[in-house]
């Protein structure tokens, strides 16, 4: 079988590496370029990663090339990161990144070659009558379907997560034992390009600032002042520079640019248990023969930790809409809202959070 590995220089994917090795597989690997290195103001080297994943190909034997796909990252991710936030919304550029460039312009240009793409994600996958589902991965602190749950399914149809049944000690335990060159590296936080680049900073970049109030949502009482509605998401509580505190950011004045907050005295402002989903994409087939009905399900929204239950049904307008049985924090409109099955085993897909009113 023929196998394209796309390797980041981190643990993950060097264990992903071996685990094929050690099943007699010889895959080429492939580190994706996409932070913009030749940009003074965004600067994000790649330098670090490339000389692990080099090491790792040697390590094995293996042939490593660089896809430069920067452009089409900048023209296709960048540009809906920057719209979503001019909007109000709270973007995620990770997932769209997954189904746009890693899974969708290296297929166009390398994978199409290939009859798997493997990765070092912590995700699985598993077949019913036919077809392929995403499924989550052993690890349940780990696991990253939430970020998968854009891609198409020609796209898991071909996805290989040889991770995907370990836990995260496991992983390093691996590493270690191989002696891989990533294997006391440190896990990557943050956006996939950004690196050590201030979220706020790159923000700043594109939208500037502009001065508006920061307002208690109850009284009308302006509090303070903040530099651009879009350097704030609904629910932060940190980066408000106000006293008095905790203040939560409840909602937001895109027109009139203000930021309104509250202490959460009442907790329907800051805690609910429904919201909207819009344009929600199914990755493998539509799982309900009548979703007009509520359905049960598990769910994620980004910020949270672990799955929540809830139903699930389609609206008049074509919309989702999810009831949680427990209250929610935070609920950031543009986000995106993550579906499962009950057992919180596979993923159906996911759409962008809006507010149910």
């Not at 089409?72 to 920057?82: N, S």
């Not at 990770?94 to 240009?109: A, P, Q, S, T």
């Not at 027109?255 to 805690?271: F, H, M, W």
């Not at 389609?314 to 809202?337: C, V």
Request: net charge negative.
């Amino acid at each position: 079988m023929n196998i394209a590995t796309l390797i980041s220089g981190g643990v993950d994917s060097g264990v992903a590496v071996h685990l094929l090795c050690d099943q007699g597989y010889k895959p080429d690997l492939f580190y994706i370029r996409i932070g913009m290195d030749t940009d003074d103001g965004l600067t994000c080297t790649a330098e670090e990663d490339i000389e692990l994943a080099t090491a790792t190909a040697r390590h094995y034997g293996l042939h490593l090339e660089t896809i430069d796909l920067q452009q089409e990252y900048w023209d296709r991710v960048v540009a809906y990161t920057i719209d979503k936030v001019r909007q109000g919304l709270t973007p995620n550029p990770d997932v769209m990144c997954n189904r746009l460039i890693k899974f969708g312009c290296f297929e166009e240009k390398v994978g199409h070659a290939y009859d798997r793409i493997a990765t070092g994600h912590y995700a699985t996958t598993c077949d019913i009558d036919g077809r392929t589902w995403l499924a989550t991965a052993k690890d349940p602190v780990k696991d990253q379907t939430d970020f998968l749950a854009q891609i198409t399914y020609l796209q898991v149809a071909k996805l290989w997560f040889p991770i995907g049944h370990l836990m995260k000690t496991e992983v390093r335990d691996l590493a270690r034992a191989a002696r891989l060159p990533s294997a006391t590296r440190k896990d990557s936080q943050g956006i996939c390009f950004l690196g050590k680049i201030n979220y706020n900073d790159f923000i700043r970049r594109f939208l500037g600032e502009r001065r508006g109030s920061i307002v208690e949502l109850e009284t009308g009482k302006v509090l303070g002042e903040h530099k651009g509605f879009w350097f704030h998401t609904i629910g932060q509580r940190k980066g408000l520079g106000l006293g008095g505190g905790p203040w939560f950011v409840i909602d937001k004045d895109t027109e009139q640019n203000i930021v309104y907050v509250s202490k959460g005295y009442d907790t329907e402002l800051q805690y609910g248990r429904d919201f909207r989903l819009t344009g929600f994409h199914f990755i493998t087939a539509n799982p309900w023969t009548d979703d007009s009905q509520p359905q049960p399900i598990r769910f994620k929204v980004r910020h949270t930790e672990g799955l929540h239950e809830g139903t699930l049904c389609r609206t008049d307008n074509g919309d989702y809409l999810i009831e949680s049985r427990d209250k929610i924090q935070g609920i950031a409109p543009g986000q995106f809202g993550v579906v499962y099955d009950p057992e919180g085993h596979l993923c159906f897909g996911s759409g962008e959070i809006r507010k149910n009113r």
